[in-house]
Structures are given as C-alpha cells and as structure tokens.
C-alpha cells in the first residue's frame, strides 16, 4: 500500500476526530474500531479511501440539514443519475433526491436503552454518541442490533415541523463493521424463570409444556397497541399439517421480530406456549420470555403434535394485482355496480406506488394515481415512515371499495387487521414526509367511537379537512381538533352529532381479535352501501358562490312582473320594478343540506355582524325567537354552527328594457350584482367554540400588548386573537395612535374601569359632521360614517382589577338608593366613529350595557373625554376604539325593586304606538315608535319634495357597503308595514336608498320594531312615516321559512275579507264588496311613448319639441266606473287589464281594441256625452262606437266580485259631496235613500259572479247583515 497522500492524511485526522466525538467504542478500543471502518469503507471503495466523503454524526445530520438528501458511498454519477431516473418514473414532475456525500456510521437500537420507560413499539433507531434517529429498513436482521455498522446508502428525510421527526431511510442492506455475529447469540435469551410469564395465570394446566413450531410464515399482522400493550400475530403454515397455526407475539424484546418476518419464509419459534381466547375460545401460541426466532432448520426441527383446534385451516391468499388489471377490475365494477344498494368489497393484492398523500393525519394515500389506500381501519404504529410520494408499496388482502363515497373520486383499497401492508422499496423523490395520525387524531378516534365503515369515514375526513382548513387560522389546529370525552374541541362537537345521527343505534365495538383470527373473514370492510353525503359544510366563500348561482339560476326579468301589470308599464317604472329583487334560500334548498359555519365577527367598517372563515366573511342578521334584539357581545369570536337559517340574495339588475315586449332579449340586462346575507335565530346556533374567556380576556387587558407582542413575532401566528386578526385585515392604520387609546401607558395593567349605562335612544348610521376635540384641526370638514346613542348612565365608574371579576350589577342598587344625586344619572350621546361602530348591532333601545376601558385604573377617565357638543347641552363622549361594550340585561329583565328605581330615573317612557293610532288622524307627535311586519317591499322614485340626505359631492370612501351603489341614491323603497299578518291595515314606510345600506333584513314578512320614525301627512291626508337620521329598526322575527319562492312582487294573498261600501274605514288597505256595476263613467285607451309618456301614435312619439327618438309606445287604459253595493255606492277607479274585466271582454277582444287605438294615439268616451261631443275622435270612428255601444248596453250593468283598495289620492277633490237623496230600484220598486259621499276604490280585480255565486253570497250577507244589525 502507497504511503497516504496529503489529503489521505487530512481525511484521516477528520475520521479520527469523528469518531472520538461521535462512536463510542469498547473502552479504550476506538482505534480498532476506527480501522474496522476503515477497512469496510476500503472494501466497498475497492481499495481506496472515500476521499470524497465525510463523516456526519447524527446530531449534525438532525441540526445542518433541512432538506431531504441522499448519500450512496462509492456510486459514480453514471449510476447515481440512473437511480435517480428510474425513481422518477411514478411522478414525472417531482424532482429527485439531491445528492450528499456523508459517511454515516452508528449503531441501530430498538430505543429500549435510550429510555428504559418507553414502550417498545417495534421502531428502529440509528444511534451514536451524539444522538439517536429513527430509521426505516427494507430488511432487517436481528444480528445488526447493537452492532456498529457503515451504511453504504440511505436517505435522510428532516423533520418539517412539530409533528414530523427526521428520519432515515436505509436503501442498502448495513454492512456490520465487525463482520456477522453468530446469529444464535443475537437474539436476546432471557432466564426463563425470571420473566412472568404472561400466560400461566390463564391457562392453569400446561404450565410447563413448551412448543416449539416451525413454519412457513403465511401472514404477519400488524403491531397493534391495546391498553399500552404493543403485540401482532403471525401465521405459521406448518409443513406437515398444512394447518396455520396463529402465534401471538407479546415480550417487548420480540417486537422487533416484526421486521424481520417476509412472507414466504420459513421459521422457527421456540417456547410457544398454548392459550385460547377469551371471547372465542380460539387456540393460540403465544411466545414467552425465553422464546426464540430462528431460521428453519430441517435437521434440527422436529415437529410436536398439534392441537387439532387448528386443523382443516388454511389460508388462500389472493392473487396479485397490478395497476392495469386493477383499472380493469375498477372499470368492471363500475358497471356492476347497479346490481344493489349493498355491496360486498373484493379483497385483492396489489402493488404500487404512492403519488399523493391525500390525508396523512386519516392515514389516505393515493397509489397509481387511480386508487385511494386507506390505512384507517390498520392503526400503523410506525406512522408511516417511508410511505411518502415515490415509495412502492405491496397490499396483501386489502379490500377493494369501489365509489364508498358519492363525492369521493377514487375507489379505494382498505387494509384491514388482516391484510397487510409492505414497503417494497424507498421513495428516490424529495417528497416530505407526512405522519399518519395517531391514536390521538380525532378521525380515527371517531372511527374506533363509531366503529365507522369506509363511506362514512372518508365523508367524516372530508368535512374535517374543511372544517380545519377554513377555521385553524382562528383557533389554531390543535385547540380546534383536540378532544377528550371530557372536553371535546370543535371539531368534535361539530361532528359527533352528526355521526350520532348516521349511526343511531351504534354498531357493536369492532372485536380485533376476532378480525385477526377468524376463519371467516370479519371486519368492517367487508360490506358497504355507496353513501350519499346528508350534508355538507362548504366554506363561506362556497355558500356564496352557490347562493349567487343559484339566485341566478333560471332567472329571467318577466318573473319579477305580471305580464298583465309589465305591458302597462313605461321604461322608467319597468326597469325600476326590476331593479332589485330577492331570494331565499334554506339550508333544505342545497343538496345535500347546507350547514353554516363561522366564526362571529362584526365589521366596524360595515357596521354588520358576519360569519367569517378563512375564504370568505357572510353578513349576517340575528334575532331571538322571543323577540328581543340580539345583544350578545360575548359571542364575538365565537364558533357558531347554523344549521336552520335564511340565506338571502339581494338581487340588482341594471336594465335599459323599453317595454314589456323586450324583457326575453337580455342584452338589456347592462348590470347583474348581488348582495348575500344569512339571517337566523341565536335559538338555533350552537357554539362549537366560545370565545369567551380567551378573546374577552384578552379584549378587556387591552389587545393593544397582545397586537404588539405578535407584531415582533413573539408570538406565534395561532395564539393571535382573532380578534386582534380582524383588526389586522380590517385596517392597516388600526395600530395607529394605539397608545392614546391606552390611557397612557397603563396598557400592561389588568386593572379597567367600567360603567354601567342604559340606552334611551340609538340613531341611525350615517355621515356626519362632528368636531372631536382632538380632531378639529385636521378632518374638521370631512364627514364621517358614524352613529350615535343617547345614554344614561347608571351609578358611578367602578374600577377592577381584572376584566375576569366584572360581575354584579351594584350598580343598579346605588342608583336606587341616591337616585336624587344628580352625577348619578347623567344622560350623555354617545358617539361612535371609526372602529367603535363596530359596536352598531349591538347596541339596543332599553338594554343595559357595560362600558369598559381595559388597562385602565383612572375613575375619571369618561369625565375627562367629555366634551360640549354645538348646539345642545347634552354632554357628548366620543367612545374609544380600545373600549369594550358589554351587554348586560334588558330593563325588562330586571328585578322589581331595580326596574322601578330605574323608571323613576328615566322617566322616557318609550311606547311603541301600534299601527292604527298613528294612522288615526288624533295622533299626536311626530316622531313615532311601532312594530309590524312587512307585507310588500317595492322600490319607488324618491318623492320630489324629499330630498336624499346629504350625498351629493362626498367621495366614496373605500370600504363602504357595495351592495347598495347599484340603486340610484334617489331611489327609496316602500314597505307596507301591517300590524299583524292578516290586518288589512296598512302604514307605507319610506326609507331612502343611503340608510339601505345598514339594513339587512328588511323582507317582506319579516316583523319590525321601528324606533323614531317621521310621521307625515300627505297632501291627500295620507299618513305615512320616513326613516331619518333618528331613526332606528330592530328585526323582531324572521320571515316565516316556508315562504315560497317571491314570484311577483305582490305575491299570492288570499283573498281579502267581504265588506260593505257603507262601513269603509279609512285605513283599510284591502276588502272585497259584491256590487252591481251601475254605469261606465269613463273610459280612455291610449298608447303613450314608454320614454316620456306623450301620446304614441303609428309607430312614432308624437312629442316634437324638443323631438322625443323613443321607438317604443305603451298601451294603457282606464276607466272609471259606479258600483253600488246597497249600502252604498262608490266610484272604482280601473286601470289596464282591469278595464277589459269591467267591461267583460276576453283577452282576444280587448287585445283587438288595443291594437285599434295604435294608430289613433287614445281613444276615450265619457258616459253621457252627445255622439260627436267632448272626443277627439269622429263620432263616426269604429272603435269609439264600439266602445259607447258597449258601456250603453244593459249586459255591462251586471253583479260583480271587487276586490279594491281605497284610492286615497283623489279622495280630497271627491270628498266635499255632501248626503243625497237618491233613487234606487229593486226589481219593481223605487226606493229613495240619503247616501253618504261616495267613496273612491281603485280596482285591484274583477271577478263575474255566476247565479249560483249570487245566491250563495247574498245568503251569506243577509246573515252577516243580521247579525251585525
Ligand atoms: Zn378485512
Ligand atoms: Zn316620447
């Protein structure tokens, strides 16, 4: 051998160095150990020193690298590039593992050294003096133990966080330093007598008698630990027999035997003793303590009589499959897969590599690209080490479940306690590693609770990986998915109700032993049923999406109008009743059923309460079924879980229809936006997880500490309070001037100051102009986006040292007791600008709240922010971005001593009026408070004489509500309020398009509290009411869920009650009279342009100054008419299509004479006219003829149906007509009467009464005449 080189030398000093830190030879022994390496690095080098390489120690190898890596002692390139190519061939795209040049040396251990306490589970480490690794080898031998060996090629995969520990995986067989040891001595014998042996206490006889057996090794079962137990069967063929023998593997020394068995082979194992089961009474070997594993020896072995519990067994293993026969199978399946609901899963063998993981916590797998590997039902001890993307693996039984699952695109290969799973060969790829979930992850705790089959569990793991993909950002992973019985965690009080559902009457406990060991296969994959998902839980981003599409769906603008009223219509009034609609849908309307879930936020920019998960944010509206206004501040940054609910879409169109006859051509349609909200009960929410305790806590110590402790990352991102999160994504700037909201410094403090306050009064949301004091220099113009509270509050500020400690109400009782101390019951506005709208839902008429400044000691610190407002001697309180609200109570909810102490104080007794007295003309005041439910909602041109509150020339400031911008600022909506459901009596309630923006909710059969209304009177003497800057809504109930589906606006309203003309009371809003219809007043039929509503005539506006380009002409009628009932008499007021029913002609003969009136422009006749007199037309033209001769015909005078309104307009120019005398006739007789002034009724519908009819009411009236008489 040639003296070493320089570099030999170099090398050699390193290695000497290595090994004096790292290998830990027998005393003083470590140049011998050193040559023994040397000479085996020489041997694989073919002599020569691998120069090129160097020695890592484990714990460098665990702190330096943090890719995965390869490292192959003496390969060439050449050979190094061609491994890396065939590694390749599974994943095209996955680049290979890059290549080190490291020497790793150690010893391999079981861990039982390391930590005498740690339960042996089978796994190997690689081991030196300067740490301990896990290691994954293709084979095993038992001789390697404890022996130093050189590992001429491994991969390294590092950890990637938490979860995941680095680990190696050993490509080629180690290469013992020291030459093999004698394979007899390996195996560690221990003293017979001196282990317990397990089995004696359960089989009292046969103490002593043990066997030895030898076999072929048919199957090997999986390491299962039960009760802190690890152990796993395995198979034996015995030869002469050819019975399988089942042997029960148990002492902490054996598990590793696990390892070594293949399938195949032949095996002896000595100091079996016999045991049976339990439960089946089945026959067992279990090994002892002094049991031994060897190779089969023929010579040697000579074979016992066995029991014959275990003849005439014998296993079949099934064949083979590859990936191509297996998509064959697949493509069979399929189309047996009609055959039945039930079905009955193949158990097949399979080979193939893994090209995904799909869910490693659920322990899926995707192999081939083509099927799922699911290792649920296989509790995998070592955690699936090695089977990352790129690893081949062979299935031995595994059953075989085409379409478990509707939603789930793969079949899937299920290995049950039977089947097993073998690592074939390592992953070249540099794909991470992904830990199977432990016994701990909730899915397989679910599935071992429920004793789940496949369909239900993959559908467990698809909502779970949602659940935790849209919320973990919220709570974090583990706080979100941990749970015990005691103590379940979101996740699981999402789920289990669920699965109780799926599995009402659970199935009995999986028995694995039976699973392992019956002769008739028995396990829980055996037979499936395809499954439908019953429900889903998209993320809120998804819900949106669908919602929108949905409302969408089969939309077309004519659904929105009757086309009876639409071809009436002119441009503006048509595209005005298309321009916003709605529609809801429930959680029943999404297949499978929808379930809402979010976390609850509310919007300072907004001023809305959402539901929120990471894609997306929902609006929400919520309402208590007693009534009473949703308050609850605690909720917020709570997990909420709705399952009954009212998603509703606000749909806006933006249209350029001329008439009715275009609304099929939709390029008319310029705009499509929609607005989505979801609104519900706090009845039916569960909370999966309250916030309450953390975000409060941490609310009330004062976020800004915690927002900075997580700005300088400190902090890890999960334990960031959402609400500090919101903040965060809110609004950039939130951290700005943070320190003058803090009072000073006092931020690290626990301490806070409370107060306790009522709220009088809550105005609307809107832009004003206020001058804060600290403001005035800079934005004293520029309005701001705010509300306002009129508030009194109650007994003195009280200070705690810790937000946990707020309680009681003593307050109250202060207040009681000094109620004449004029500081106790100071009214103040409260004002809320900026952040602090966030408190806008909140914050109800006669509830008591909290305020609280966190971090704070100074009592004073309200009287110090106190400032003179402009006009008023209110005083004024700008509330705080930092300050926390805290609903309370409602005064209603107080106990009697407090309430009246309280009453005395207030002295605002705030009535709501109820919907009759403010429409009776003796109502006083202006300002009104009442509650009704809406009956129509219709969108109108703003009245002239009302200005939109100031919005002209304000620049739209980013973050503003969008959903509202595509309804023109002058546009208001119209709600008809009604006191209750079936009361004709109605009040019209305007409010602008600019308040709109706040208010969600308002639907036709939604119940409202209205606070503080305008109450006006029209010039027609109409009382009506607006919403104005004082103004306030709170939603009492919902619309009732089976509302159907708005068709038109109107809807389909039963028919309206049976009244007579004589007792018309003014606020009846609709009624029905059977009248006889005396004689046509008036009819006119006009064609008008449908842009500026001159008379249309040939085709042509007939407006020339300045010249009118409509091309589109409108028809329309009216006609007015006398009915008289026998009580009364009254003039009926039609319109269009109602014209043709009064007159009695068919839609075909009133289509004729319309079309007639085209090319004359307007056609009208007037009852009592002289022919040629008072018309524009010749008395000679056809139509007008036609028309005179039909309302002189006595036919027209006939018994009619009228359901009517009353037609308020005109009421004032008809109304001075004082009582008459008039002439009536029945039949023979003239009567003379004195009748009251005729009333005004705009017809609604005309309905022919046949004698049958006739008779049949007039009993009904004589009746009701009777007996109101
Ligand atoms: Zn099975
Ligand atoms: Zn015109």
């Given amino acids: 051998m040639a003296a070493p080189t320089a570099a030999e030398q170099r090398w050699l000093g390193a290695a000497r160095d290595f090994f004096l830190r790292a290998l830990p030879g027998p005393d003083g022994q470590e140049a011998a150990a050193l040559e023994a390496v040397l000479r085996c690095l020489r041997s694989a080098g073919g002599g020569t020193l691998p120069l090129g390489y160097s020695f890592i120690s484990i714990s460098d190898l665990q702190h330096q690298q943090h890719i995965p890596c390869c490292s192959h002692l003496s390969w060439s390139t050449n050979e190094f590039k061609e491994w890396s190519r065939q590694g390749q061939g599974a994943l095209p795209m996955q680049s290979t593992l890059p290549r080190t040049y490291l020497i790793l040396v150690g010893y391999l251990a079981d861990g039982r050294q390391e930590n005498k306490e740690k339960l042996v589970d089978g796994c190997l480490y690689v081991k030196d003096k300067t740490g301990i690794i896990l290691c994954e080898l293709l084979h095993f031998k038992l001789e390697w133990l404890e022996s130093l060996l050189v590992f001429p090629s491994w991969s390294y995969i590092p950890q990637r966080d938490q979860s995941a520990a680095g680990y190696l995986e050993i490509l080629v067989d180690p290469v013992p330093v020291n030459g093999p040891k004698e394979v007899l001595h390996s195996i560690p014998v221990t003293s017979a007598v001196s282990a317990e042996p397990l089995l004696t206490s359960r089989i009292p006889y046969k103490k002593r008698s043990k066997l030895t057996v030898a076999g072929e090794l048919t199957r090997l079962g999986p390491l299962l630990r039960i009760h802190h137990k690890t152990f796993f069967f395995l198979f034996l063929k015995c030869f002469a027999s050819a019975v399988c023998v089942p042997v029960l593997v148990q002492k902490p020394s054996q598990m590793l035997w696990h390892r070594v068995f293949q399938l195949g082979h032949r095996y002896t194992v000595t100091g079996l003793s016999m045991s049976s089961m339990k439960k089946s009474g089945q026959t067992i070997l279990v090994t002892s303590a002094s049991s031994c594993l060897l190779p089969y020896c023929a010579e040697q072995e000579r074979e016992q009589p066995l029991n014959s519990a275990w003849r005439g067994e014998s296993t079949q293993s099934s064949c083979l499959e590859t990936a191509e026969q297996l998509s064959c199978s697949l493509q069979l399946g399929a189309e047996e897969e009609k055959s039945g609901p039930t079905k009955e899963s193949r158990i097949i063998s399979y080979v193939g590599f893994v090209t995904k993981v799909l869910n490693a916590q659920a322990g899926l797998f995707l192999l081939d690209n083509q099927v799922c590997l699911c290792l649920a039902y296989q509790p995998l001890l070592s955690s699936a080490r090695g089977l990352r993307p790129g690893a081949c693996v062979e299935l031995i039984d595994v059953h075989l479940l085409q379409k478990p699952l509707a939603s789930f695109p793969f079949a899937v290969l299920g290995a049950c306690l039977s089947s097993m799973v073998v690592l074939k060969s390592f992953s070249r790829l540099s794909t991470p590693y992904q830990p199977v979930g432990s016994s701990r992850s909730l899915c397989l ?33 583990s706080r979100l998915l941990s749970s015990t019985h005691q103590n379940p965690g979101a996740a699981a009080k999402f789920l289990v109700p669920l699965l109780q559902a799926m599995v009402p009457d659970r199935q009995e406990a999986r028995d694995i032993y039976n699973e392992i060991l019956s002769k008739i296969h028995q396990c829980p994959l055996q037979k499936y049923l395809t499954l439908t998902p019953p429900c889903q839980a998209p993320s809120l981003s998804e819900v949106r999406r669908v919602a929108e599409q949905r409302s969408w769906e089969g939309f077309s603008p004519s659904q929105l109008l009757s086309p009876l009223e639409a071809q009436h219509m002119g441009t503006q009034e048509l595209n005005r009743r298309l321009a916003w609609s709605y529609c809801t849908f429930s959680a029943e309307s999404f297949q499978p059923q929808l379930i809402l879930l979010g976390v609850l936020r509310v919007s300072s920019r907004s001023s809305s ?7 997306s944010k929902l609006p929400c509206v919520i309402s208590h079924k007693d009534g009473s206004p949703f308050a609850q501040t605690a909720l917020i940054g709570s997990l909420l879980l709705v399952e009954n609910y009212q998603l509703v879409v606000e749909r806006f169109l933006k249209t350029d229809f001329p008439s009715w006859e275009h609304l099929e051509n939709l390029e008319h349609v310029r705009e499509k936006k929609t607005s989505v909200y979801v609104q519900f009960y706090l009845e039916d929410v569960r909370v999966l997880h309250a916030a309450e305790g953390r975000i409060q806590k941490s609310l009330r110590s004062g976020n800004c500490s915690s927002l900075r402790k997580s700005k300088d990352g400190s902090t890890a991102s999960e334990l960031e309070t959402p609400e500090a999160k919101m903040l965060k994504s809110e609004d950039p700037r939130a951290d700005d001037g943070r320190d003058e909201n803090c009072q000073g410094g006092q931020s690290s403090s626990t301490s806070c100051v409370s107060q306790l306050f009522l709220v009088i009064q809550k105005e609307s949301l809107m832009l004003r102009n206020y001058q804060l004091p600290a403001e005035e220099a800079k934005e004293a113009q520029e309005l701001q986006r705010s509300f306002q509270a009129t508030v009194l509050w109650l007994g003195r500020p009280r200070l705690w040292s810790h937000p946990r400690e707020i309680g009681d109400l003593s307050e109250l ?3 009681g007791c000094d109620g004449k101390e004029g500081v106790m019951q100071k009214e103040a506005l409260l004002l809320f600008v900026g952040r602090s709208l966030r408190w806008f839902p909140f914050l109800h008429v006669e509830g008591l709240y909290r305020c609280i400044v966190p971090g704070c000691s100074d009592l004073e610190v309200f009287d110090k922010l106190y400032f003179p407002p402009v006009p008023s001697c209110l005083l004024c309180l700008p509330v705080q971005d930092s300050w926390h609200l805290e609903h309370e109570t409602w005064i209603s909810c107080l106990p009697e001593h407090q309430l009246t102490a309280m009453s005395m104080q207030t002295g605002v007794e705030q009535r709501a ?45 980013k973050g503003t509500p969008q959903h509202f911008t595509l309804l023109s600022t002058d546009h208001s909506v119209k709600l008809s309020i009604s006191a209750a459901s079936s009361s004709p009596v109605v009040l019209d309630v305007y409010i602008t398009a600019t308040y709109l923006q706040h208010l969600r909710g308002l639907l036709p059969g939604a119940k409202i509290l209205f606070h503080n209304l305008e109450r006006k009177i029209s010039r027609f003497h109409n009382v009506y009411c607006t919403y104005i800057a004082s103004s306030c809504v709170s939603i009492v109930s919902l619309p009732a869920s089976h509302l159907p589906f708005p068709s038109g606006p109107a809807g389909e309203a039963s028919s309206p009650s049976l009244v007579f003309l004589c007792n018309l009371r003014p606020q009846l809003s609709q009624a029905r009279i059977l009248c006889h219809l005396s004689c046509v007043l008036t009819v006119c039929l006009q064609w008008i342009c449908s842009l500026c509503s001159c008379i249309f005539k040939e085709g042509r506006c007939t407006r020339h100054n300045p010249p009118c380009p409509s091309q589109t002409g409108v028809r329309q009628a009216s006609a007015r008419v006398l009915v008289e009932d026998g009580t009364g008499e009254a003039v009926v007021l039609c319109r269009n299509e109602h014209v043709a029913a009064v007159l009695g002609l068919s839609l075909l003969e009133w289509e004729a004479v319309q079309n007639c009136v085209q090319s004359r422009g307007s056609v009208c006749i007037q009852h009592g006219e002289a022919p040629g007199t008072g018309c524009l037309e010749e008395s000679e033209d056809l139509v007008v003829c036609y028309l005179r001769s039909l309302c002189r015909s006595p036919l027209i005078c006939r018994p009619i149906l009228l359901d009517f309104s009353l037609d308020r307009k005109p009421s004032k120019i008809l109304q001075p007509a004082p009582p008459q005398l008039r002439n009536f006739r029945c039949g023979e007789v003239e009567f003379v009467s004195r009748v009251g002034p005729r009333p005004s009724l705009l017809c609604l519908k005309v309905e022919e009464v046949g004698q049958d009819a006739l008779r049949y009411l007039n009993s009904q009236r004589r009746s009701r005449t009777s007996s109101s008489c």
């Fill in 609 to 615: 309460l959402q539901l929120q998960d990471k894609s």
């Fill in 913 to 957: 009026a109820s919907i009759p007295e403010v429409l009776s003309s003796s109502f006083t005041g202006s300002l009104v408070s009442f509650c009704g439910e809406i009956v129509e909602r219709t969108l109108c041109a703003s009245p002239k004489n009302e200005k939109p509150p100031v919005m002209t020339g304000v620049p739209k400031k």
């Fill in 445 to 477: 705790q679910l599935l071992l609770r429920f004793n789940l089959g496949m369909p239900l569990y993959l559908w467990l793991v698809s909502l779970l990986e949602t659940f935790e993909e849209r919320f973990s950002c919220f709570f974090g992973r």
């Fill in 813 to 815: 009782e202060e207040t």
